[in-house]
């Protein structure tokens, strides 16, 4: 069964420093990956996703994340963080006309 | 266009009631999916509809049910609530056709507490 790992539960960054989320996946062949932000009490908002072709995809809000097959690895960066971008952070994992899988989501904390 | 609409917004039920959630999907989106997210759980999958037929389904109990209008409306119903219903509930819409570009974007979520 497909499934989706994060590894960090809880990062917390300066503002202005950059960040690294982890996400790596299991199951044999290539996935769609996603990277989906949710903000306190509200629902998930989709920061970008990858399917196929250039490893390296460009989201919203500064964001972006490479694909690494030989690390089954998606890892989600941004080179400097705002305060507004404290979050969190659920990678989620696809294949075919399969259901959605989430990891468990890495929540941020901005320190001023 | 408009994006993925979750009513309420916020619920409050006693246990051994029912309740009914509300989706409308974005403009031709034709599957839905509900999602359940608490604390403990994280985020689970319930079912996905597509043209008013059930496509998948997660692991929940047959008290949690769902179906989808010709318009692609959806609607979730939980009965016999118990407390470990409370949740955040979410609805996500997708065009459908899966595969490679079936990205699905979600609704804000039903809080459901369940006294």
């Known amino acids: 069964a497909q499934s989706v790992t994060q590894p960090d539960i809880h990062i917390t960054v300066s503002e202005g420093a950059s960040l690294e989320l982890r996400c790596n996946y299991s199951y044999g062949a290539t996935p769609y990956l996603f990277w989906y932000v949710q903000s306190p009490g509200q629902g998930l908002q989709l920061l970008l996703k990858?399917?196929?072709?250039?490893?390296l995809v460009q989201g919203i809000k500064g964001f972006e994340a490479e694909f690494k097959r030989s690390q089954s690895s998606f890892n989600l960066r941004k080179p400097s963080v705002h305060w507004s971008d404290a979050a969190e952070y659920f990678c989620a994992v696809k294949y075919g006309n399969e259901k959605l899988t989430f990891g468990t989501g890495t929540r941020l904390t901005i320190i001023p | 266009k408009a994006g993925v609409t979750q009513t309420p917004r916020y619920l409050i039920k006693t246990r051994g009631q029912q309740v009914t959630l509300s989706c409308s999907p974005i403009?031709?989106?034709?599957?839905v999916s509900w999602y359940q997210q608490t604390p403990g759980q994280g985020l689970q999958f319930l079912f996905e509809y597509f043209s008013e037929t059930q496509r998948n389904k997660g692991n929940f109990p047959g008290r949690f049910s769902g179906r989808q209008f010709s318009n692609s409306r959806s609607e979730m119903n939980v009965s016999t609530l118990e407390l470990g219903d409370s949740a955040l509930y979410l609805c996500?819409?997708?065009?459908?056709?899966?595969?490679?570009?079936?990205?699905?974007?979600f609704g804000p979520g039903t809080r459901l507490t369940v006294l």
């Open positions: 996500a819409s997708s065009k459908g056709q899966g595969g490679l570009t079936d990205t699905q974007y």
């Open positions: 403009s031709g989106h034709r599957s």
């Open positions: 990858y399917f196929s072709g250039d490893t």
